[in-house]
């Protein structure tokens, strides 16, 4: 079904002009009694932050809100000021109400003010959710016939800029909000539960105010001021968005919580389905607004791949402008800040939520460009052939060859920390069965290698003694194959009796000794239609959900020979899309690999192969032949496309399929997307 929306654009040179500039917008609308009746209790819901004065542009001019109250009262309603200021100090939220000049206006025209921290939140279950099933909406909210929202234009670290949506977040209990920052840290997820937030909110009216907007990476609390000069009104919230996005630059559907709520049917972010009233947008347009840096790494509208060097913005204290308040430490979602006697961050810990540069009420916190480190992977020795399972797809099942011995790994070892390696993964067979295998983890800790991981389907792992003595030898990360949920499934795909549950107990004695775990998960005939199943499993059975390595059955080795293990990509299509979302939801982690992108378009991302792309050239030691991979290396010998991939808009960066798998099934699923 189709929506269509209607904003109002109106010039706005000055504060001054506000209430003529508002009537104006409204009446484009039908007019304020569109929306309020005689008797309405009207919450009007500004965007306040820090305790700044209103020349900042960080929080929404009381000029705009005391227009709104008086044309309220004209229509026959109730003025209701209210809004959650961030943090979660109601004392800095009172600062916030007097400094912002909120406070003078509402006193000037008789309204009411509610500091929604002083007063009753109540638990809300939140309808076709995404992430939050529910959370503590203010209790005004409820107590009111009519919501407006009066959102300032800013830019913004993880949304790239706030507006409708993002405003809402201040109607839900601080302490909800930092869960929200520190349990789905991902932009993906953060942004859906700043959408379902808004769904319960749900205003009435939107009014932005964009008079004076606020530019640059210090947004939303302690960016430049950019003068953009106009009103926006709409009962369409995302439209507003959308167009106030267009009117500075952004890609509509590339900011984030746009996109989003559209694709729930909240509003409308398409360009070409919104009626503009008022001023043509080619006569407001602002050319030179400076957008947040990171929208261009992000934005999937691009035309050109960024050639331009990757970086992160990272929280740095100014010690000059420091009080040692502590607010920062309070507010961070992820207890990555200490005092000493300044403040203190855990880069390890930290989310780059940027709550503490946003909440910071003396603005000591600056955003500063760090080049991302150069991408690293992990270089892999093949120890031996040997294993205690005789997986229906293993990949080696057929290979030839002797188990490397103790001198020779070390040997592999010695030449790769020449090579300037940190990384080590120890893969078979299983090398869980080698006797020596904690001296050769301590070997490779003692040269130096930071990172030192197994690939092990886990079984002798279930005696915790042995897997203390790995630990204590110096083995960080774990890959444990696990393929299904259900115990008969699992242990036919292994052809191993008593596996199950001694891989289950692994996984649990890996956690114990606080070593990193990720499961492998290969997707085959047998279980692709319990994915989702498979997850929530991994998610209810252990204490941390570890990442989740997916990859699609290779029609090599062993399934080669049980070629029905091989299904159809068109046959997993609508299992991984409803597994992959569920992982995107509840902020679990996965990685791909093997199945081609135009079957996890929006999940590109967790695409093993893209994100190899970047990383530098691995060694691979397959016992004693030594291979220097690449992703293009990886291409050309391992995958095919179809003649339709080069109409593909990703064609230049898809991997394609298995060339087993081309041979097996064909390649006429492939299809292009743009």
């Given amino acids: 079904m189709r929506f269509t929306s209607k904003v109002a654009v109106v010039g706005c040179n000055d ?10 917008s409204l009446d484009l609308l039908g007019g304020i009694n569109c929306f309020v009746k005689e008797g ?3 919450l009007i819901k500004p965007n306040l932050c820090d305790p700044l004065p209103p020349e900042k542009a960080a929080t929404t001019h009381p000029s705009i809100i005391k227009a709104i109250i008086e044309l309220v009262h004209e229509a026959g309603g109730v003025a209701i000021v209210g809004e959650c200021p961030g943090g979660n100090d109601p004392q800095i939220a009172k600062k916030v109400f ?11 025209t008789g309204a009411f003010l509610r500091n929604f921290q002083e007063e009753p939140f109540i638990t809300k279950n939140i ?8 959370t503590d909406f203010a209790k005004a909210i409820f107590d009111v016939d009519v919501i407006i929202n009066v959102p300032k234009l800013k830019t913004h670290g993880i949304t790239f800029m706030t507006g409708a949506v993002k405003n809402c977040f201040g109607c839900v209990r601080p302490s909800e909000r930092q869960y929200l920052h520190g349990k789905f840290s991902k932009m993906e997820a953060f942004v859906n539960g700043l959408v379902d937030i808004y769904s319960v909110v749900a205003p009435s009216l939107t009014i932005m105010d964009a008079v004076v907007a606020m530019e640059g990476d210090e947004g939303p609390s302690y960016g430049d001021p950019k003068k953009v000069g106009v009103l926006l009104a709409s009962c369409d919230g995302i439209a507003v968005d959308a167009v106030a996005s267009e009117i500075v630059g952004y890609v509509p559907l590339a900011i984030p919580t746009s996109k989003e709520a559209a694709k729930r049917n909240l509003g409308v972010a398409d360009l070409t389905n919104i009626t503009i009233v008022g001023v043509e947008l080619k006569n407001v347009k602002v050319d030179d607004f400076k957008k947040s840096s990171l929208f261009e790494q992000y934005n999937p509208y691009k035309k050109t791949k960024n050639t331009g060097e990757e970086f992160k913005l990272n929280p740095i204290v100014d010690k000059e402008k420091c009080t040692k308040c502590g607010h920062c430490v309070n507010n961070c979602p992820v207890g990555a800040i200490t005092m000493d006697p300044y403040p203190v961050i855990d880069r390890e810990k930290c989310i780059l ?18 080049l991302k480190e150069e991408k690293k992977g992990t270089d892999l020795i093949r120890v031996g052939l040997t294993c205690n399972q005789n997986c229906l797809f293993c990949t080696v099942a057929e290979d030839k060859g002797n188990d490397l011995t103790t001198d020779e790994i070390k040997e592999k070892l010695d030449f790769l920390v020449k090579n300037k390696s940190e990384k080590i993964a120890f893969t078979g067979g299983e090398p869980t069965l080698r006797n020596d295998l904690p001296e050769i983890i301590k070997y490779a800790k003692q040269k130096g290698m930071k990172q030192v991981e197994i690939q092990t389907n886990g079984t002798k792992l279930s005696d915790s003694k042995y897997v203390e003595k790995l630990k204590k030898a110096g083995l960080s990360l774990a890959l444990v194959a696990l393929h299904s949920h259900k115990k008969d499934i699992s242990e036919r795909i292994t052809q191993s009796q008593d596996s199950f549950f001694k891989t ?14 990720m499961i492998s998960h290969v997707i085959n005939t047998e279980n692709y239609k319990h994915l989702l199943g498979f997850v929530k499993f991994v998610q209810d059975t252990f204490c941390k959900t570890p990442i989740i390595y997916f990859s699609f059955v290779r029609p090599n080795g062993n399934a080669f020979k049980n070629n029905w293990i091989v299904p159809r990509l068109s046959d997993i299509e609508p299992f991984i899309y409803e597994t992959f979302s569920y992982c995107v939801a509840n902020n679990i982690g996965f990685c791909v690999e093997g199945i081609p992108i135009c079957y996890m378009y929006e999940f590109q991302k967790n695409n093993v192969e893209l994100q190899r792309q970047d990383i530098n050239p691995v060694f691979h030691w397959t016992l004693n032949e030594l291979r220097e991979d690449t992703h293009k290396k990886h291409v050309l010998e391992n995958k095919v496309k179809s003649k339709r991939c080069v109409f593909c808009g990703l064609n230049s960066k898809c991997s394609g399929v298995w060339r087993e798998y081309a041979k097996l099934k064909g390649t006429s699923e492939l299809y292009p997307v743009w």
Avoid at 504 to 517: E, G, P, T, Y
Wanted: glycine letters at 4%; a positive charge; charged letters at 40%.
């Fill in 98 to 108: 007097e400094i912002s000049g909120i406070k003078r206006v509402v006193e000037e």
């Fill in 353 to 370: 939520c940027y709550c503490c540069h946003e909440l910071c009420p003396e603005g000591a916190y600056k955003l500063e460009r760090t």
């Fill in 15 to 24: 504060y001054s002009l506000s209430k003529d500039a508002l009537k104006k």
């Fill in 40 to 42: 309405h209790k009207v």
């Fill in 504 to 517: 289950i107990k692994a996984i649990k004695n890996l956690q114990d000794q606080q070593i990193d775990v």
């Fill in 127 to 134: 309808k076709k959710y995404k992430v939050l099933e529910k």
